[in-house]
């Protein structure tokens, strides 16, 4: 039997092959729920207009929380940047590889490109991919890419992007880490950022994380994953490319569902 906030969810699109469509996935997965996962609430509370707090109670009603104190869908949001953060900061060992092999996912687009990046990593290794990380992102002289926010915003590195995140993480008490060389609008580092602030790591002021993210990620880190998804030197980062974009997709109609 489904829950009352799954069939609010259904009843507020016309049906479950209505709500399937507009998550991406198969009907005959949203016909096998008995409640929406929790993988999923913020995206189905973005798709619905059904409060997260009504779809899965257990999770944002009183004392929905892990023991840790950050309740299943953060925890689930922090792994996500982690990955990300990971992968973009530095091309992973074996040992990290071998783990990114054992990745899962559903039917649905997010879930396909996990299960994609998974066979990627089964099948290369670690010095293949250190090779294809130098090139897409250090090269001679330059990568394919450039993972900067300053450089997307405005052409050129060092620019008042950077300026202006650099003055929102001292505010948020966020110091830059000892022997780091990047500047702190790299990918992977706002990714870490955004990871910290998820799961309590840095002390900081509830909604910290979406003004991070609408002020310093949306407006370009739509364009990076694209271009990364299209870089001709991209085999094993392709897949990430796809999940990066897709994740920041949900991330950003969630926060627009606050408004």
Known sequence: MRDRGLDLAIAAVGGVTELARRLGISQPSVSNWTRVPAERVLLVEANTGVNRSVLRPDLYGDGAVSEGGID????ARAREYSLLAALLLRAPDADLLQQIATLSGDASPFGLAHRALAEAAA????????????????????????PYGSFYLTGFLHER????????????????????VEPEDHAGILFEIMAGLIDGRFPAPAGSDRELFETHLEPWIGRFFGELEQAKGAAFYRPLGTIGRLFMEIERDAFAMQQ
Not at 166 to 180: A, T, V, Y
């Open 72 to 75: 299943e869908v953060d925890v």
């Open 123 to 146: 099948q290369t290794d670690a010095a293949a991919v250190e090779d294809e990380y130098f090139n897409l992102f250090i090269g001679v002289g330059r990568g394919e890419l450039l």
């Open 161 to 180: 992007p950077l300026a202006r995140l650099r003055e929102d993480l001292d505010r948020l008490g966020i110091e830059r880490s000892e022997g780091n």
